[in-house]
C-alpha cells in the first residue's frame, strides 16, 4: 500500500490542556477517509495540523514521504476547503478561482487551462462571470471546491464543507464530492460531525474522542462491529438500543431478570464466569409481528409512540425493563397502545464489557 499521509505519534497542546495526544495515521494513497466525532473532539483541529495550520507539540507529518511537519501550508501539496465558502466578494467566479494562481506567478494559459478544467468538473461554467453575491449556497461551494481542484495537487483536505447548506442541497453535493473523488482518485481528508456523510462518502472512518482515535475501519465495519460503547452510541439514528445486564455462558440476564439467549453471537475473544455487561442492538435489527416468530430471543411488548418516517416507521416499546426504538417498514400497521411481539438475534447485535466499555 502507497502511503499518501502518515501522521507519526502527533500530539497538539494549547498550554495546559492536551488536544491531540500521540496520534498515529497512515492514510493510502487515493483514500477517502472521514474524521467523525463530536464537536471538540480533535477533528478539525488534526485536520489544521495536516494543513499547517497550527504548529504540532510533538510527532511528525508525512505527506507523500515528505516531512512536511515544519513546512508552509502552500509548500504541503494540499488543497483545503472550510467550512465557510470564504470567497472575495468582490471578485468574480474566474477570478475567485485564479487568484492563488495569480499570485503565485503562473503563465495565463496554464491559469485559464485549470480553470477550464475545474469549472467543467464542478459544472460551474455559466458562473464564472458571477459574484459570490449572485450565487447559491450550493453555487458558493462549489467554487470554494474548485479553488482547491485548480491548485492540482495529490491531497485534499475538506472541514465540513457542507454543515452550512440546508438538507437537501447537503445530499446533492455530498453525491458531487463523491463523483468528484471517482473521478480524480486523488486522497481526500474530510472532516465532519454528520455520520450521514461519513458512512456514505468514507472508503475508511477515525472516529474520534477527546483527541484520541477509537476507531478505524470502513463504514460497515464501523456500524455493525463498533469496537466499544462509545462507537456504538454515537453511529446510527436512532442510536442503538442498551440493555444493561450480566453475562453467564450462552445467556445474557437483564436487570429485570429478562434472559437473552447470546449463543449465536460472535465474540471477540474467550469469556468466562459472569461478566457486568451491555447488549446493544440496533433499531432496524428489532423484528416486529411474524418476522419476531423466528428470533433467538422474541417478546410481547406495548407500543408506547409511533413515528411515521414516510418508507419507514420508528417506534418506542419497552424490552427486558428498557425503553427501545426499533424501525420497521411504513407497510406495517402499527398504533400507540398496541401489543406487538418483537425479537431479535444478538448475533446483528453487539456485546461490551460493562467496565471497560469494549467489545466482548
Given amino acids: 500500500m502507497q502511503t499518501s499521509v502518515s501522521i507519526k505519534d502527533l500530539s497538539l497542546n494549547f498550554g495546559s490542556v492536551k488536544v491531540l495526544e500521540h496520534l498515529n495515521l497512515d492514510i493510502a494513497k487515493g483514500e477517502f477517509i472521514v474524521l467523525l466525532g463530536p464537536s471538540g473532539c480533535g477533528k478539525s483541529t488534526l485536520l489544521n495540523c495536516i494543513a499547517g495550520l497550527l504548529d504540532v507539540s510533538d510527532g511528525q507529518i508525512f505527506i507523500n514521504g515528505k516531512n512536511v511537519t515544519w513546512e508552509e501550508p502552500k509548500d504541503r501539496g ?121 458512512l456514505t462518502l468514507a472508503d475508511r472512518i477515525a472516529i474520534m474522542k477527546n483527541g484520541v482515535i477509537q476507531q478505524l475501519a470502513d463504514p460497515h465495519t464501523i456500524y455493525n462491529k463498533p469496537v466499544n460503547l462509545y462507537v456504538a452510541g454515537f453511529v446510527g439514528s436512532p442510536s442503538m438500543n442498551f440493555i444493561e445486564g450480566t453475562l453467564n455462558g450462552p445467556t445474557f440476564t437483564a436487570a429485570d431478570g429478562t434472559a437473552i439467549p447470546v449463543g449465536t453471537y460472535d465474540f471477540v475473544g474467550a469469556t468466562s464466569g459472569s461478566t457486568k455487561a451491555i447488549l ?81
Wanted: glycine share 6%; aromatic share 6%; net charge negative.
Fill in 78 to 198: 494540499i488543497g483545503m476547503v472550510f467550512q465557510s465558502y470564504a470567497l472575495y466578494p468582490q471578485m468574480s467566479v474566474e477570478r475567485n478561482l485564479s487568484f492563488g494562481l495569480r499570485v503565485a506567478g503562473m503563465p495565463k494559459a496554464e491559469i485559464d487551462q485549470r480553470v477550464k478544467r475545474a469549472s467543467e468538473i464542478l459544472q460551474i461554467e455559466p458562473l464564472l462571470n458571477r459574484k459570490p453575491a449572485n450565487l447559491s449556497g450550493g453555487q458558493r461551494q462549489r467554487v470554494a471546491i474548485g479553488r482547491a481542484l485548480v491548485r492540482d495537487v495529490d491531497v485534499f483536505l475538506f472541514d465540513e464543507p457542507l454543515s452550512n447548506l440546508d438538507a437537501k442541497l447537503r445530499s446533492d453535493l455530498r453525491v458531487e464530492i463523491k463523483r468528484l473523488h471517482q473521478r480524480l482518485k486523488n486522497t481526500m481528508i474530510y472532516v465532519t460531525h454528520d455520520q450521514i456523510e461519513a
Fill in 280 to 360: 446493544g442492538v440496533r433499531p432496524e435489527h428489532i423484528f416486529v409481528g411474524e418476522a419476531a416468530a423466528d428470533m433467538p430471543f422474541k417478546t410481547e411488548a406495548e407500543i408506547e409512540i409511533v413515528e411515521p418516517m414516510g418508507s419507514e416507521t420508528l417506534a418506542w416499546t419497552t424490552v427486558a425493563g428498557v425503553s427501545v426504538t426499533f424501525r420497521c417498514s411504513s407497510d406495517i400497521d402499527i398504533h400507540a397502545g398496541d401489543k406487538i411481539q418483537v425479537g431479535f438475534d444478538i448475533a446483528r447485535g453487539s456485546l461490551f464489557d460493562a467496565g471497560t466499555e469494549e467489545r466482548l
